[in-house]
C-alpha cells in the first residue's frame, strides 16, 4: 500500500511539473489562455502584480472547498497537493521565459504536454484543480460525455474572453488550437486508442472459423444464434473484436475456410472488458 501511495505521489509530482512546463514555458508567455482557471490566472497576471502559478492557487481555493464538500478530504488532499506544486513549478519556472518564440509551436506543444500532464494525474486518482474538478462533478451528472470533450466546452467562454482582454485574435485563434489538442490528446490518455474492429461472420463452416481465430489468434468469438429470413435455416453468428492490426488476419481464415461467408466489419471506438481496458477504472 505504501508504495502504490508513493508511485501514486510521484506521478503526480512529476505531471505536475509537466504542467507548469507547459504553461510557463510555451502557454502564458506567447500570450495565450487556454481556458479553465489557468487560462483565467493567464489573463488576470496581465492586470496584477502577482504570477501567474500564485493566482491559479488562489483561485483554486474555493474550488477546492467545493471538492472537499462533494468528492471528501481523501481525494481533496491529493489534490491540494498537485494545484500547489503546479502553482510552485510554475512560478519557478516562468523567469526562464518562453521555450520558443513561434506561437503555432507553442501552441501544439503547450496542448500536449498540458493535455498529457492532466490526463496521467486524473488517472492517479486526483485532478489539477480548477476545472478539473468541476469537469470530475459534470461527468458523475453525465457520464455519457467525455473529459475532452467537457474541457473543450467549459475552455471556449475563456478563449473568447482572452481575444477581447488581449485585443488579439490570433493568440485566441491559437489558443483554440491548444485546447483542441489537448481535448484530443487527454481522451487517448484516459481512455486509450482502441482502434479495433467488430466483425459479423455468417458461415456454414463455423465451427472451423472459430477455432482458428481462437487457435491462432487468441482472441475470443461469441456464437449469436440465428436463423435467415429467406431460407429459415438455422445459423450460427460469429462475433468478435479484433485489434485493428489483427482484423486482417480474421478476414484471411474467414476468406480461407469459407469464401462464400458473409461478414460486416465495422469500427469500434470503445471497449471494456479482458484485453482491452477496464470499465470501472477507466470512467474517469
Not at 105 to 117: K, M
Not at 250 to 263: C, G, H, L, Q, T
Request: hydrophobic share 50%; with cysteine.
Amino acid at each position: 500500500m505504501k508504495i502504490e501511495l508513493l508511485k501514486k505521489y510521484v506521478i503526480i509530482t512529476v505531471s505536475a511539473f509537466i504542467y507548469a512546463a507547459a504553461v510557463s514555458l510555451f502557454i502564458d508567455p506567447n500570450n495565450m489562455a487556454p481556458g479553465g482557471v489557468t487560462g483565467i490566472a493567464i489573463i488576470i497576471s496581465r492586470f496584477v502584480q502577482m504570477e501567474t502559478g500564485t493566482l491559479i492557487f488562489l483561485f483554486n481555493i474555493p474550488i477546492l472547498l467545493f471538492a472537499i464538500w462533494k468528492f471528501g478530504i481523501r481525494f481533496t488532499i491529493s489534490t491540494i497537493y498537485a494545484t500547489a506544486l503546479i502553482s510552485i513549478f510554475a512560478n519557478i519556472l516562468a523567469p526562464l521565459g518562453a521555450a520558443t518564440n513561434d506561437i503555432l509551436l507553442a501552441a501544439l506543444s503547450g496542448g500536449v504536454l498540458y493535455a498529457v500532464s492532466i490526463g496521467m494525474i486524473m488517472k492517479s486518482g486526483a485532478t489539477t484543480g480548477g476545472m478539473d474538478i468541476v469537469v470530475k462533478w459534470l461527468r458523475l451528472k453525465f457520464p455519457y460525455l467525455k473529459t475532452g470533450v467537457l474541457f473543450f466546452i467549459t475552455d471556449v467562454i475563456i478563449i473568447c474572453a482572452s481575444g477581447i482582454v488581449f485585443r488579439d485574435i490570433d493568440a485566441a485563434l491559437y489558443a483554440g488550437i491548444t485546447v483542441i489538442i489537448s481535448s484530443f490528446v487527454l481522451d487517448i490518455v484516459l481512455y486509450g486508442k482502441d482502434e479495433a474492429k467488430l466483425l459479423y461472420i455468417i458461415s456454414d463452416k463455423p465451427a472451423k472459423i472459430t477455432e482458428r481465430i481462437l487457435e491462432e489468434l487468441d482472441i475470443g468469438v461469441t456464437h449469436i444464434e440465428g436463423r435467415g429470413a429467406y431460407s429459415g435455416k438455422e445459423k450460427k453468428v460469429l462475433m468478435c473484436v479484433a485489434k485493428k492490426q489483427v482484423s486482417p488476419q480474421v478476414e484471411d481464415i474467414v476468406r480461407e475456410e469459407d469464401a462464400d461467408a458473409f461478414m460486416v466489419i465495422t469500427s469500434a471506438t470503445e471497449i471494456y472488458g479482458e484485453g482491452y481496458k477496464s470499465y470501472f477504472s477507466d470512467r474517469i
